[in-house]
């Protein structure tokens, strides 16, 4: 059985950092393209960055380029997601989604999804 959990969520104030990450169980990630996502109340949810499963190429949102950084470690079979220079428009439930779909560009849909971990950036 497949289980992605994400961890590292929490309150920070508007400048701060997080890491969050996405450990699995049942599939090792480092075949799998791994995306996060992230829903805030009200809105839809946003892909906000990926890693690919041939050659780990990286993509990310626009708005949150140069501040986010995604990355594989492999013995650990987890992606994190590093966090820097937070925005309250950044506040949402973060999802991370894995895909054994074999490319260079992240798919546009996911096999498995984690239960999401919550970052409210607040002063």
């Known amino acids: 059985q497949v289980q992605l959990v994400e961890s590292g969520g929490g309150l920070v104030q508007p400048g701060g950092s997080l890491r969050l990450s996405c450990a699995a169980s049942?599939?090792?990630?480092?075949?799998?393209?791994v995306g996060w996502f992230r829903q805030a109340p009200g809105k839809e949810r946003e892909g906000v960055s990926c890693?690919?499963?041939?050659?780990?190429?990286?993509f990310y949102r626009a708005s949150v380029r140069g501040r986010f950084t995604i990355s594989r470690d492999n013995d650990k079979n987890t992606v994190y997601l590093e966090m820097n220079n937070l925005k309250p428009e950044d506040t949402a439930v973060y999802y991370c989604?894995?895909?054994?779909?074999?490319?260079?560009?992240?798919?546009?849909?996911?096999?498995?999804w984690g239960q999401g971990t919550q970052v409210t950036v607040s002063s």
């Open positions: 989604a894995a895909d054994r779909s074999w490319g260079e560009v992240c798919p546009a849909t996911y096999d498995h």
């Open positions: 049942g599939v090792t990630l480092d075949r799998h393209a």
């Open positions: 890693i690919s499963s041939k050659d780990d190429h990286t």
